[in-house]
């Protein structure tokens, strides 16, 4: 199975993507980690992401803060499919990192998910990699029903209350 690269533009962004390699995990999907920055180490960053296919990797989740350029830098040097976390580490609280991960121009695409949205970006990586993976989609979809009865469970369980207290 082709392996998941999970590169952030600092540490500091980790708290929030570690959340993305504990998901992966969780799907026995291999991944690597690496701190590479699009303005701080943009040698290292072309480097990581044009050899990444040729390395194993099938998708990139690309994690960045403020001006947000990590996604859309590694999205030029790999056809790859990228997935962008824009990290809230600013005073716009991740506005800024949105905006600059998902107004790509036309011709390189980047998959923007939510502002901290790591738990999605590893899940779409999932979903990508199960395009060729079938073990993977029925995983995909035990995951899925497990959530649908998750809520099940939360709407008995909230008109259970209401009908003793009253709601
Ligand atoms: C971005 O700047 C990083 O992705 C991080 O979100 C933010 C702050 O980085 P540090 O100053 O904490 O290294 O490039």
Redesign the pocket.
């Known amino acids: 199975m082709k392996k998941v690269a999970v590169v952030?533009?600092?540490?500091?962004?980790y708290p929030i993507v570690s959340e993305a390699v504990k998901t992966l995990r969780s799907f026995d999907v291999e991944c690597e980690t690496r701190v590479l920055?699009a303005?701080?180490s943009p040698s290292a960053v072309a480097q990581f992401a044009s050899g990444a296919a040729d390395r194993g990797f099938g998708v990139i989740i690309a994690?960045?803060?403020?001006a947000?350029h990590?996604a859309g830098v590694i999205a030029s040097q790999t056809q790859l499919p990228v997935i962008g976390i824009p990290?809230k580490?600013?005073a716009f609280e991740g506005l800024d990192?949105l905006l600059s991960t998902v107004q790509m121009p036309a011709g390189v695409p980047v998959a923007c998910v939510a502002v901290d949205g790591a738990k999605n970006a590893a899940l779409l990586a999932v979903r990508i990699l199960a395009l060729q993976e079938p073990q993977l989609l029925q995983r995909l979809t035990d995951y899925r029903d497990s959530m649908t009865a998750d809520i099940a469970a939360k709407d008995a369980a909230i008109q259970a209350k209401c009908a003793t207290e009253g709601c």
């Open positions: 952030m533009g600092s540490d500091s962004d920055s303005h701080r994690a960045a803060g403020k947000a990590l990290i580490s600013s990192a």
